[in-house]
């Protein structure tokens, strides 16, 4: 069969979400870290919504897992939530059950409720009330458990907590809270004192996938949290970026949830108004997620802990993380224009290249020429072999 790996004789898999935070690790690590054969057709490519284009895909290709880290825009309507997060991961799961493979199925803490010491049998009651992406993504959840049972589907959840890592480019969850620290647009704290979260590092979710792929017995038809193990406390890793950033704002004083919510609702009506102005502005996303800001939820990690997977980078943590991301997102960020020139310019251009590019051209020219300074890579010479 055309792509499948009895033809390569490399493990093969298909990554849904490969252009995301998180299936762009997977498909990453997964193709040059691994070598294995992967597929991550983009949204034009394979639109999961359509159940056609999944048929005819997988017509073509026949892979030894799936992996399913797709999801709609946070802020998508029912349909599109539905569509996307719920039928699109199902049918994927189908064709899964099917060719009698693995299906890698990412999932949310959204899911559960808020508190403390919450296991992966836990989630919360599926009810109208919910929002669109919790609500897509239990249905999900629940109904793989009942594929298992009925068509004998070999699956793994694999629940996240709160993910930081590079290359987000949509900038959101972890990402936007840092955003609105380097912008300035976060004057207060939108949190209270001490509320913590669980947070998952990107870099080591690859690593977990290639773990449970490799050992079904273990893993096979379960759900785990896959998060570090210590929690953080909101208002002290905001307080930390400020630091790390040098910045006054956001002072140190707590926003209460009635106030914010007030806020919020003030800005939307101001920014409908704008609309008719023809100026088109948004909330961030993550507003809709402004009450959990308020709650602490600790997903438990024993049963991770508890597995045979071992923790490749356990120094790596948030905090850890920190200087290294700032850098990353706040050069990037300046570089698109999306923030003002950093302050801090040892910290992000200690050679002040981009200064001098912009300011003494002829100067950094001969700079270069003379060999003063060396800003280029040194490439293997193939010859030498
Ligand atoms: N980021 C977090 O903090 C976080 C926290 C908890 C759980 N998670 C879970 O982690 C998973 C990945 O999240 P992420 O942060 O990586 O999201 P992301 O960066 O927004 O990426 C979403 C991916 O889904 C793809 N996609 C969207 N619509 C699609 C469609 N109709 N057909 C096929 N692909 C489609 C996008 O492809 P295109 O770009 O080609 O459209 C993109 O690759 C999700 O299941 C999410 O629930 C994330």
């Given amino acids: 069969m055309q792509g499948s790996s009895e033809e390569s004789g490399k493990r093969f898999g298909v990554v849904i979400g490969g252009s995301g935070l998180v299936g762009g690790g997977i498909d990453y690590f997964f193709k040059k870290k691994m070598g294995y054969d992967i597929l991550a057709p983009n949204s034009k490519k394979l639109s999961i919504r359509d159940p056609k284009d999944i048929e005819s895909y997988f017509k073509s290709y026949r892979p030894d897992f799936i992996v399913n880290s797709a999801i709609a825009s946070l802020d ?5 939530s539905f569509e996307i997060n719920y039928l699109g991961s199902i049918n994927l799961a189908k064709v899964a059950a099917s060719l009698k493979i693995p299906y890698i199925f990412i999932s949310s803490a959204a899911v559960l409720p808020d508190g403390v010491n919450l296991r992966e049998e836990e989630h919360l009651p599926l009810s109208a009330s919910l929002g669109n992406y919790a609500k897509s993504k239990l249905m999900s959840e629940l109904t793989l458990q009942h594929l298992k049972e009925t068509e004998g589907l070999d699956y793994t959840i694999v629940r996240l907590g709160i993910v930081y890592g590079r290359h987000d480019h949509k900038i959101q969850g972890f990402h936007r809270m840092l955003f609105s620290v380097a912008d300035q647009s976060m004057p207060l704290l939108f949190t209270k004192k001490g509320i913590c979260h669980s947070y998952t590092n990107a870099r080591k979710i690859p ?8 050992n079904r017995q273990e893993f096979g038809g379960a759900t785990y949290h896959f998060i570090d193990p210590e929690p953080v406390a909101l ?3 905001i307080l930390t970026i400020r630091e790390i950033l040098g910045l006054k704002r956001p002072r140190a004083i707590y926003m209460p949830l009635p106030v914010a919510r007030f806020g919020a609702r003030c800005i939307q009506h ?3 108004l704008l609309v008719k102005f023809g100026i088109d502005a948004r909330l961030p996303r993550e507003l809709m997620f402004l009450s959990q800001f308020y709650q602490t939820q600790i997903l438990s990690s024993q049963k991770l802990q508890n597995s045979s997977f071992v923790d490749p980078f356990p120094e790596q943590t948030v905090y850890r993380q920190l200087p290294e991301l700032i850098e990353y997102y706040l050069t990037r960020w300046e570089q698109l224009n999306l923030i003002s020139p950093f302050y ?3 910290f992000f251009d200690p050679q002040h290249l981009a200064e001098e590019f912009l300011h003494n051209p002829d100067n950094l020219l001969a700079d270069i020429h003379q060999k003063r300074i060396e800003p280029f890579c040194e490439f293997a010479n193939d010859d030498s072999k």
């Fill in 207 to 214: 690593y977990f996938v290639r773990h449970i792929i490799d």
């Fill in 76 to 80: 998508s309507d029912p349909k599109l």
């Fill in 270 to 272: 101001l920014l409908k």
């Fill in 235 to 237: 208002d002290r890793l």
């Fill in 344 to 346: 801090n310019k040892e």
